[in-house]
């Protein structure tokens, strides 16, 4: 009988980047993931006739990281593009300077493309919830009841915590250690903000952390911004994230110095956006239970995310 091999669930970065590993090296993998799309929180959504990045603004590449080809080859077929080295930074009251850092690359298409892209030719389901991963009294795992080689749980530890048995097998888990956010696209008829803008850090608001120009990111100069609110915020609409847009619109106007109202909001509510106290360990395997994505391998982002699941598809090849 053909070996069952590894399921992966999730198709975010770190699952795919772990059932690439997985299948470069001929082995068996499929990836499974409840959403309609992969992408997981670089995901975004068409909006007003375009893509609109709701989760992650931008990638970035640390120096000497391995995630560095993978990228410079997005770039080099027209998939990302350097965006910007230099973003505003304002408080609740308006702007205050700006701030230079690493080049932030973004994507005419919206960041769920580039994963798509790592996931050419895998086994991947779409809309399928896995509802349990067990082990037996050996160790093996299975996913819904069917036995599996391995199965990697690629997601943040709330959702991973879900799947797994409270005092069963598997990886122990920080379900409490992370933060929600909304992410509250604005749109208007035309650009009311500075050119030059990008992107601004907001720092000391209880309503926002961060406002990116996704016209200006994805180079169509769209009049429509991204704002992403704190966790405080966010933590009080869960119930009713809608709820919140008046008080971040508010807040954007003043940021920014903005008279008219935006024409149209689109709200996005993520209950797991980011681990408070990320791991420095690169992923957990106990047994053939393995878990990965960005609250590992800190600290949290993208590239830590590709790299944490890349660190255990090559940890399941060396220990099969
Ligand atoms: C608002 C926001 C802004 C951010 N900004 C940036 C940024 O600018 N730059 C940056 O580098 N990073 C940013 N990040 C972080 C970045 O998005 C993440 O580090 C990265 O996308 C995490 O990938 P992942 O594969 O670990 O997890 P995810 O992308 O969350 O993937 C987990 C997947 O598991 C699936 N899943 C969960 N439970 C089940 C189940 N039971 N059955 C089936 N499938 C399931 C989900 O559908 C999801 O697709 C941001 C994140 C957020 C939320």
Same mark, same amino acid.
């Given at each position: 009988m053909d070996s069952p091999g590894t399921t992966v669930i999730g198709s975010g970065i770190s699952g795919i980047a772990c059932a690439r590993a997985l299948a470069d090296a001929g082995l068996t993998v499929r990836v499974l993931d409840r959403?309609?799309?992969?992408?997981?929180?670089m995901g975004g959504r068409t909006l007003h006739g375009r893509p609109v990045d709701l989760g992650a603004s931008y990638l970035t590449v640390p120096d000497g990281s391995p995630f560095a080809p993978v990228v410079a080859g997005w770039v080099e077929r027209g998939l990302a593009h350097p965006w910007t080295d230099t973003f505003a930074v304002g408080g609740p009251d308006g702007l205050t300077r700006t701030t230079t850092g690493p080049v932030r690359y973004g994507t005419a298409g919206g960041l769920r493309g580039l994963v798509a892209d790592l996931a050419t030719g895998l086994d991947l389901v779409q809309e399928r919830t896995v509802h349990e991963v067990t082990a037996d009294g050996a160790g093996r795992p299975s996913v819904d009841g069917e036995r599996v080689d391995a199965v990697v749980l690629a997601m943040p530890d709330p959702q991973a915590r879900r799947l797994l048995?409270? !005092?069963? $097998?598997?990886p122990a888990l920080d379900p409490d250690g992370w933060q929600p956010s909304l992410a509250i696209a604005l749109g208007w008829s035309q650009r009311r903000w500075?050119?030059?803008?990008?992107?601004v850090f907001v720092?000391?608001?209880?309503?926002?952390d961060w406002v990116a120009d996704d016209g200006d990111r994805r180079g169509d100069g769209a009049p429509v911004l991204v704002a992403h609110t704190t966790p405080g915020l966010a933590a009080r609409h869960l119930?009713?994230?809608?709820?919140a847009t008046a008080e971040v619109v508010v807040a954007v106007r003043t940021l920014l110095g903005i008279e008219a109202e935006p024409e149209w909001t689109h709200v996005h509510r993520w209950?797991?956006?980011?681990?408070?106290h990320p791991r420095e360990q690169p992923f957990a395997l106990a047994g053939r239970i393995g878990v990965c994505g960005?609250?590992?391998? !800190?600290? $949290?982002?993208v590239e830590s995310a590709w790299r944490s699941g890349t660190a255990l598809g090559e940890e399941l090849i060396r220990t099969r």
């Open positions: 959403g309609r799309q992969p992408g997981g929180r048995p409270p !005092a069963g $097998a598997g500075p050119g030059d803008l990008h992107g720092h000391d608001s209880p309503v926002l119930d009713e994230p809608e709820r209950s797991s956006a980011r681990p408070a960005d609250g590992w391998a !800190a600290p $949290a982002r």
